[in-house]
C-alpha cells in the first residue's frame, strides 16, 4: 500500500471519529478543520445572515460532537454534518418566523422558509466545489477579480470600493451584479455536470 | 421592476429605509424579482464566507472545541460519579467486616442497623451510658479532661500548639471514593 495512501485512510473521518469517541478530544480540531469550510458556505447558501451562518456551523459542530456514536462508520461525515445542519436551519427558520412574524425584514427571510418548505437540501454540496472553480476561472488581477476580492475578502461595500477603484458607487454595484451572475451562470452549468 | 443596482444596494443594506421598503413590497408581490433577489442573497452570502470566512472560521474553531472539552469534562465529571455510585456499594460489601466489626462496638449506631433495636438494657449491660445528657456530671468532667489535655500537649514548650493538628485519617471506603473522583476529573 502506497505510504500516502495509508495516511489517508489512518487519518480518514472514520479513524478520526473513532479516537474521538475513545476520549482524544483533539481529533475533533481535525475533523472541524477537514469540513468546516464547505459547510460553512453550504450554510451561507442556505441563510444570508452571517451571523446565523456562524451560529449554524457552531450548532453542527457541537450536535455532532455530542452524537457522534450515532454517526455510521463507512458512510460521509461532510453528508451527515450537512443533514444535521439542515435540522438546524429547519429550526432557526420557524423560530425565527414566529419571532418575526411583524418585523419588516420579515418578508426577506420568508423566502428562506418557502425554499426549505420546496426541499431544496441537496442541491448545496456540488454548488460549493462548482463555485470555487468558476472563481479559479477569473482572470488574474482582472477587474472582476479585484472587485470580488475588495467586496467579499476585504468585506467593503460598493461605497468604500469606489474610490479605490476609480469609479462610480453606481458602477460598482451593477458591476458585482453582472459579476455574480455570470458566476451563477457558471455554476449552473458545472452543477450540471456533478448532479447531487 | 428592480434594477440591478438596487439589488446590491439592498444585499449590501446600504439603501436608505424607504427604498428598501420599496425593494421588499416588489419582491414580495413580483415572484421574479423574489427569485432574482434570493439567487443574488445565495450567491452573496457563498462568496462573502467562500472568500471572507477563515477568520470567522477560525473564530468558531475556537468556541466549537471550547463547548467540546467542556462538555466532554462534564462527562468524565458525570462518569467518575457514576462510578463512585457504582462503587458505594460494592466498598461496603467488601468492607462488609468492618461494618460488622463496628456494629459490634457500638451497635444500634450505625444507621444500617436501624432495624435492629437495642434496648437501654442490653446498652446498660454492655456499660454504654444510655443518659449522654451530662446531667450526671460524666460527660462534663471527661470534657474538663480532655481539655486539660490539650492543654498539657500544647504548653509542652511554653506557648500553645496552634500548628495544624494532623487530620485522622479518612476511612477506607471515602479515600475511595475521593480518589475515584478526582481522578474522573483529572482525566
Known sequence: MPATLAIKELHGDDALVAAVCTGDVQKYRLLFERHAEQLQVQVAFQVWVPHLVSEIVHETFVWAYQHLDEFQSGTSFQAWLRAIAWNLIRAELQKFAREHKHRKDYSKHRLWLDRIAAGEECADGPKVEALRKCLNRLQKDSREQKLIHLRYHEGLNSKQIAPLVSQSPVWVRVTLHRIIHQLRACVAERKAIVRC | ?187
Open chain 2, 1 to 187: 421592476m428592480l434594477t440591478h443596482e438596487q439589488v446590491i444596494a439592498y444585499l449590501e443594506e446600504t439603501l436608505p429605509p424607504e427604498e428598501a421598503a420599496g425593494v421588499e413590497a416588489e419582491f414580495i408581490a413580483d415572484a421574479a424579482a423574489a427569485t432574482q433577489l434570493t439567487e443574488l442573497a445565495q450567491y452573496d452570502s457563498a462568496l462573502r464566507t467562500l472568500l471572507g470566512g477563515a477568520v470567522e472560521r477560525t473564530r468558531i474553531e475556537e468556541s466549537v472545541l471550547a463547548a467540546v472539552c467542556e462538555k466532554s469534562l462534564h462527562e468524565t465529571e458525570a462518569s467518575g460519579l457514576r462510578q463512585t455510585l457504582k462503587q458505594k456499594p460494592d466498598h461496603r460489601s467488601s468492607n462488609h467486616g468492618r461494618h460488622e466489626e463496628n456494629n459490634m462496638n457500638n451497635p444500634g449506631k450505625n444507621p444500617d442497623d436501624i432495624t435492629k433495636a437495642v434496648t437501654k438494657d442490653q446498652m446498660a449491660e454492655q456499660g454504654i451510658p444510655t443518659d449522654l445528657s451530662g446531667a450526671d456530671g460524666r460527660q462534663s468532667d471527661r470534657y474538663r479532661e480532655d481539655l486539660a489535655d490539650e492543654e498539657k500537649w500544647g504548653q509542652g514548650d511554653g506557648k500553645k500548639d496552634t500548628s495544624p493538628k494532623p487530620t485522622p485519617a479518612p476511612e477506607a471506603e471515602t479515600q475511595g471514593e475521593d480518589n475515584g473522583y478526582y481522578n474522573g476529573l483529572s482525566q
